[in-house]
């Protein structure tokens, strides 16, 4: 995709509703359409750079931020993480938009927008794009994840071993990740090694939550209204044949397209096919 024009970018802070403040970037200016992007669990806004500045350059706003506990967002005090708080967070973060967004979710970001969507505000959004998530998904997946997040406790001695473990863990893409790329992701403790960026005690309230909630999932998503796309990865562990016939049954006007050489990182596997369907969704909503 080709941008036709270059996109400013401004970084910014949110205050949510209880007394936290956000990392946001902002990629173009007020007068185009809003895409709201949030991310999966884990990750940071980082993970939309490419597809934003490449939809901003096309007439798109768009809008990534880092979720609570994760990059360069605040973290809860006493580390109690709850659903409700990253529900709201994205109810609060859409209707400070300039316009009704679309919500553009990854993994963890999908399923709130679909307690969003369904359930607290079916208004809040213009659209959805739900990347590679089901209200239903597969555990032997997250449970790789998890076990890969949960690896390193004591973390890396320096940037070449964080890229040496990342590569192990994605062995399907090639070349390993550069000092560049890698310090978004961690933070240097006081005795020198560098850990993840996100907050440790996001492992236990949320995590430990996670698979109760899937009823209540299921049942949002049957009241969505909004349009939908869902793409999945053709390689995902995390969204099957099973989980999407189940989705799309659940919501029979969605449009699902599996983009077949990506994993559950579909944005980092292959943004290129990604960002292009982005744009053709939202483009036929006009």
């Known amino acids: 995709m080709v941008a036709t024009t270059t996109p400013t970018l401004q970084s910014t802070r949110f205050a949510t509703g209880d007394g936290l403040t956000l990392a946001v970037d902002i990629y173009g200016d007020d007068q185009r359409p809003t895409l709201l992007f949030a991310h999966g669990f884990g ?38 993480y709850h659903m409700e708080q990253f529900v709201s967070d994205v109810v609060q973060l ?7 967004p679309v919500l553009v979710g990854a993994s963890m970001g999908g399923l709130l927008a679909l307690v969003v969507a369904g359930e607290i505000d079916p208004s809040a959004f213009r659209a959805l794009v739900l990347v590679d998530i089901t209200p239903r998904w597969e555990s032997a997946g997250v449970e790789r ?45 006081a005795d020198g090694r560098l850990r993840w960026h996100w907050d440790p005690a996001l492992l236990g309230g949320l995590v430990s939550e996670s698979e109760r909630y899937q009823p209540r999932l299921m049942s949002a998503a049957a009241k969505v209204q909004v349009p939908v796309l ?37 944005a980092g596997d292959a943004n290129d096919a990604f960002t292009q369907e982005i744009a053709r969704f939202v483009r036929q909503l006009a």
């Open 145 to 189: 994840i998890l076990a890969f997040m949960q690896a390193h406790p004591d973390g890396f001695l320096n940037y070449e071993d964080a890229a040496e473990q990342i590569s192990k863990y994605l062995p399907h893409r090639a070349g390993r990740k550069s000092e560049e790329q890698l310090r978004p992701l961690l933070r240097e403790g």
């Open 43 to 80: 990750q940071t806004r980082g993970a939309w750079r490419a597809t934003a500045r490449s939809l901003a350059g096309e007439g798109y706003r768009c809008v990534t931020f880092d979720s609570r506990g994760h990059g360069e967002s605040d973290r809860v005090p006493a580390g109690e």
């Open 94 to 100: 859409a209707h400070a938009q300039p316009d009704k």
């Open 230 to 266: 869902l793409l999945s990865g053709g390689r995902s562990d995390v969204v099957s044949s099973d989980t999407v016939q189940e989705f799309l049954q659940l919501v029979p006007h969605a449009e699902h397209v599996e983009l077949s050489r990506a994993t559950h990182m579909v």
